[in-house]
């Protein structure tokens, strides 16, 4: 493979270009009229404009992109995570024009995507699932049945999901009916696919999810997991590996149950197998992602592995180097999704000019990102700034090494979500790695922030009187040094 084009935009088509330049593959972008001046545009070795900001006219136009690769003579695709990248349809029309998708099939791609079809594929593979229907469910009555069998409070979950969107909790049995509709018609508008099920609202779980990597000779290896349990929407903002709560034997159990996962959909590529854990370290398939996930810097800091190097491996018909006993977990890895976001305000976007942008550095720290100083950040697209990934030998170092990167890092003209990641670094809950998914709901309240924003105008009040005073005395000394030299001067003279 001598040329590659990126189907996506921002930090993760940057990521991707990188090993594709390491491995002296040259590279193309897409880029939508938004685009023009990202930094994935310039680090491309070609640029191909595709049209207006909106992914509907730009980034999504699947047949354009291929058509455009063709003119290229570019032999393989890489669809990065979100845009088209969890899209049979393309995948196949890829393939059908002569290109290697880099990705898994299209039969993975169909069955993974649709949780209910996941669910049927895995269940003869002793994958332990979360109480419930594993069919779509249309009559509020069946519904209700089954919610009085499992228990409230039951979660109500649109099949064709993603993005934490797509949920809803209901906690009586007199709520189901109006909420069951509303999910329908949710799920109908965002995916085009009104299926809903339901399953067990699991209390107080732990999202732990297993990377897998698999070739196409028939070898899949995981490597460990990712805890993702601090979540706002249901949505990660705060991942990490390996998780503090898996030992050996738990670790080897769900890395052996996302492997068969894989393979009852005869996987290759990168994948993730997601589970829940609850409180007694049962664990629960929950989806598997056929796609690079946004968080994969963690895993590739703790076992060395260039994940985008092996997908392109893979993609070209090499067989894994590596077995299962070669791979260990080195270190701890923290990452921080930065987010143009006002954490004090239900985590709502805030958009606008990055008007100062100094990145931290450093030992043991890694930025993902794909903007520079002076740029907007579009409205068009996820509003993800940057990842900000620390690695150090153990948990607590990488979390100091994070809160010592949060205060290097320097963003003003908007909003961003690192004053709340440095909260969550100095929680003594986060520390001590008792965690869930509703860590956020639970403990966070905006408040909380304007402490730590207090602090930083105390702190940046308090500098600036230290330097008033510390100028004050240099001139002070200096005029009595010049009273001294003058009385000198007039004593001489
Ligand atoms: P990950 O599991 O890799 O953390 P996320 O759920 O954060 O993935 O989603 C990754 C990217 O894909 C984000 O940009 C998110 O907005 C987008 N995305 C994922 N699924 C969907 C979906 N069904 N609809 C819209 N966007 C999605
Ligand atoms: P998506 O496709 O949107 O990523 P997932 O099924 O992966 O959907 O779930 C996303 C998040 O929603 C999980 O990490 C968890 O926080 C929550 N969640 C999903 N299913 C359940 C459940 N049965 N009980 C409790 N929380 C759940
Ligand atoms: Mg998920």
Request: charged share 30%.
């Amino acid at each position: 493979m001598k040329k590659v084009l990126v189907a996506n935009r921002g930090e993760i088509a940057l990521r991707v270009m990188r090993s594709l330049r390491e491995m002296g593959i040259s590279s193309v972008a897409v880029y939508s009229e938004a685009d023009r001046l990202a930094p994935f545009v310039q680090y491309a070795d070609e640029a191909i404009l595709l049209g207006p900001p909106p992914s509907a006219q730009s980034y999504l136009l699947g047949e354009k992109i291929i058509e455009e690769a063709l003119k290229l003579g570019v032999e393989g695709i890489h669809p990065g995570y979100g845009f088209l990248s969890e899209n049979a349809d393309f995948a196949t029309k890829v393939e059908a024009a002569g290109i290697t998708f880099i990705g898994p099939s299209p039969h993975s791609i169909t069955i993974m995507g649709s949780k209910l079809a996941a669910k049927a594929a895995v269940a003869s593979y002793d994958i332990p699932m979360v109480p419930g229907i594993d069919r779509a469910v249309e009559d509020p009555k069946e519904a209700i049945e089954v919610a009085n069998k499992i228990g409230y409070p039951i979660l109500i979950k649109a099949s064709a999901g993603g993005g934490g969107k797509g949920m809803r909790v209901v906690e009586r049995a007199e709520d189901l009916e109006e909420q069951m509709k509303l999910a329908v018609s949710e799920a109908e508008s965002s995916f085009g696919d009104g299926s809903v099920f339901v399953e067990k609202y699991i209390g107080a779980p732990r999202h732990i999810e297993i990377q897998i990597l698999a070739d196409q000779h028939g070898n899949t290896v995981h490597l460990f997991e990712r805890e993702c349990s601090i979540q706002r929407r249901h949505q990660k903002v705060i991942e990490e590996a390996p998780s503090a709560v898996l030992d050996d034997k738990l670790r080897a159990e769900m890395g052996q149950a996302a492997i068969r996962v894989a393979e009852s959909c005869k996987y290759h590529g990168a994948g993730t197998v997601e589970f829940l854990l609850d409180e007694n370290k049962n664990f629960f398939f929950l989806e598997m992602n056929t796609r690079l996930q946004v968080e994969h810097p963690v895993t590739e800091m703790i076992t060395g592995v260039d994940l985008v190097r092996e997908q392109i491996n893979v993609a070209r018909g090499e067989k894994l180097a590596f077995r299962q006993e070669d791979l260990k977990i080195k270190g701890h890895a923290m990452e921080v999704r930065v987010y143009a976001e006002d954490p004090c305000n239900n985590f709502l976007p805030d958009i606008g000019k990055l008007e100062r942008y100094v990145r931290p550095q450093g030992p043991g720290v890694r930025v993902d990102d794909g903007f520079e100083e002076g740029m907007d950040i579009p409205i068009y697209y996820d509003p993800m700034i940057a990842k900000l990934v620390t690695f150090a030998d153990d948990r607590i170092l990488a979390i100091d090494r994070m809160k010592r990167a949060i205060q290097e890092y320097k963003i003003t003209g908007i909003e961003t979500t690192l004053a709340f990641a440095a909260w969550v670094m100095d929680h003594p809950l986060f520390r001590s790695a008792d965690i869930d998914t509703n860590f956020i709901k639970k403990h966070f309240k905006p408040e909380m922030l304007q402490n730590e924003k207090e602090d930083e105008i105390r702190l940046a009040a308090f500098l600036s009187q230290h330097l008033l005073e510390k100028k004050t005395a240099m001139v002070d000394s200096a005029s009595s040094a010049n009273k001294r030299r003058s009385n000198w001067k007039s004593r001489k003279a």
